[in-house]
């Protein structure tokens, strides 16, 4: 066996965002969060999930063939919907390898409010995106 990975099997990252189903309750997150944390962990796969006024922004990473996998999960969950792609592709090291799946909500610390206190623009798909990702690692800390 090798210790090379592919570009099958490298390290890559997905970042999303959606908004939770109107029936969404405190009961669906503590078992999305459950479900993520056992799946993740067989699957060699990190990240962080942070729920705020109905909206999820979530970061992914690990092996590419496990994420894809957990990416058409989500995809199909029908807890949410109107999933947006914000970022995917290589990375070169974990910004969250410490957490299966992190979880985070307004009572920690608000993204909205961050986005305002730090004029993050929201037109930039690619600013947007790097600030969500900026926020999600400094409220894992």
């Known amino acids: ?48 999930l942070h729920f705020e006024d109905g909206l999820f922004f979530q970061w992914l990473e690990g ?26 592709g290589p990375l070169t090291a974990r910004r969250f390898a410490d957490w299966s799946m992190r979880a985070t909500d307004r009572h920690r610390a608000s993204l909205l409010d961050w986005f305002a206190s730090n004029q993050v623009s929201t037109i930039d798909r690619i600013a947007y995106a790097g600030s969500v990702s900026a926020f999600l690692v400094a409220i894992s800390v």
């Open 63 to 88: 092996p590419k063939i496990a994420l894809d996998m957990i990416i058409a999960l989500i995809r199909n969950d029908p807890r949410h919907e109107d999933m947006t792609d914000l970022s995917y």
């Open 1 to 48: 066996m090798t210790s090379e990975h592919g570009p099958e099997d490298g390290l890559t990252h997905f970042l999303y965002r959606s908004n939770a189903r109107a029936n969404f309750t405190a009961e669906d997150l503590r078992t999305i969060v459950a479900e993520a944390r056992n799946r993740n962990s067989s699957c060699g796969v990190t990240g962080c």
